[in-house]
């Protein structure tokens, strides 16, 4: 049986997780015009990410030359992917492409270290971005993607989803909790979604008791907006907000798998992070929430039934995400008195990957403040608990850690006073 221990080790195993954030593009058309099989193959792979799944890709082959005479007879797509041959004279087709070319449209051009043309001619004729080969899968993607986040300044939200492996693991918890730390520690302004709208408890640990929330903007006739879902909105800190649920059973909440796509989409617009409290079931719009968020926790306990059901999650997360950071998960209710556990060592070997954190079983500490609606750091700060929703939250956002306040020498002393007032 394991017990309680510092999760330290586990967060020094894991791999650096860097912050190269690729934010979804919009619903464009996307013409790519390849000179080499290889060029197709890779833009054709982004065509299926996750990331491209509201864009309309279509390949064909011939470079400029054909991209020139396609576009005589018809309208030019949002984005255009032109990959150049070695030698060719790049600027003499865009400016022939120019001619056929619709005002707004955008360029790609993947070149090769043997092209000449620089850059700034290459700009001036309109060139959104270049790019050079030969290009992988994400090359295209961060290229398609990065015309939409970039060049027209909108803030695009990163979503985390948090799930258990099994009903009654505490995934809710963790999710408020992490929450928390990335709005009062991180002071990221963000949004949690409690997405199980029959039985949802977000409402009850942030304390709150709203009339609307995310039933409304569900089932609402038409497609919500920034305003609509700011009023339905409750406001648990200065940078959280919760959008909970209904939790009531008058209803049944039968979905359809693209439900919440415009939902997560309007937040995005508005909200640097989005949390989701996805339930434990397995549904359409639950798969599509998880395969389609940004960053993916998964909670579990240490023990079979947890382990089996992670290792499948995480095995089809993964296929379904081939060009994303694999999916994180934490080990919850550890060291639990008279237990049988399976030990994080051997749970991490199973699953190929040691665990992002390690929250030990304090039954005194989570059920007071479930009880009290409050989160582990409202009720102590300095708790070691506390700190490990920190680390999750640095983790899995890939920042540094919070910088503490450097105190001077006269603290200790300064404390010991205060304490004796």
Known sequence: MTSARDNSDDLDALPPLSDDYIAPAPRVSVQAFCETTTTADAVQSAGLDRRLAKAHL????GGVVAAIDTYHSVPTPNVIILETKAGENILAGLDELATVCDAGTRVVVIGSDDDVAPYR?????????YVIGPVATLDVVRAICGLFSAS???????????VGAKGGVGASTVSHNVAWA???????????????L?????????????????ANAVFANERPDSAFIERLMSKCHDHLNLLAAP????????????????IFDTLRLTTPVIVLDIPHQWSGWTRRALVGADDILIVA???????????????MLKAARPNDRPPLYCLNQVGMSKR???STREFAKAIEGPPLASIPFDPKMFGTAANNGQMIAEISARHRISKTFVQIANQITGRGEPKKPRGSLFSPLINKLRAKR
């Not at 990335?182 to 199980?196: F, M, P, T």
């Not at 939790?247 to 415009?262: E, I, K, N, P």
């Open 247 to 262: 939790a009531a059973l008058d209803r049944v909440y039968d979905f359809g798998a693209d439900a919440f796509d415009a």
């Open 121 to 129: 001619d290459l700009v001036r004729r309109g060139v959104s971005d």
């Open 58 to 61: 279509t390949i064909k082959m």
């Open 182 to 196: 990335l709005a009062r520690d991180l002071a990221l302004d963000s949004v949690v979604i409690d997405l199980d």
């Open 198 to 214: 029959a039985f949802g408890t977000a409402s009850l640990d942030y304390n709150k008791d709203p009339l609307q929330g995310i």
């Open 152 to 162: 027209e300044a909108v803030a695009v939200g990163r979503i985390i989803a948090v």
């Open 340 to 342: 049988p556990e399976i």
């Open 301 to 315: 306990e240490p023990d079979l039934a947890n382990l089996r059901n992670a290792k499948n999650m995480l095995s």
